[in-house]
């Protein structure tokens, strides 16, 4: 069975950082992409970052470059460093895995879900 569970989320201020992690377990992700999305209250489900869990090159949206940084470690964790956090940041944010190795900034090709890690920015 599948699982994803992600940890890491909080309150903090303004120009803070967090460090969120995904632990993957239950299959092979080899030949999966593994991505980070969050969701504000009354929004869409929005894509923050990818990475194949391969590795290679990792995809990011424009709102977060430059500050958030999407990686995989050995231990089988895919985290989302997050720094100068800003208010427009608060948000659940959630890992999720896609098979194949086409990168995508839709929620569609996304087949498992973690349960999420609230995030919160106070300005």
């Known amino acids: 069975q599948v699982q994803l569970v992600e940890s890491g989320g909080g309150l903090v201020q303004a120009g803070a950082s967090l460090r969120l992690s995904c632990a993957a377990s239950?299959?092979?992700?080899?030949?999966?992409?593994m991505g980070w999305f969050r969701q504000a209250p009354g929004k869409e489900r929005e894509f923050v970052a990818a990475i194949r869990w391969s590795g290679g090159i990792a995809y990011y949206a424009d709102s977060v470059k430059g500050r958030f940084t999407i990686s995989r470690d050995n231990a089988r964790n895919v985290n989302l460093q997050m720094n100068s956090l800003k208010s427009e940041d608060t948000a659940v944010y959630y890992c999720?895995?896609?098979?194949?190795?086409?990168?995508?900034?839709?929620?569609?090709?996304?087949?498992?879900w973690g349960q999420g890690t609230q995030v919160t920015v106070s300005s």
């Open positions: 999720a895995a896609a098979p194949g190795g086409s990168i995508s900034y839709s929620v569609r090709p996304y087949d498992y």
């Open positions: 239950g299959r092979t992700f080899s030949w999966y992409v």
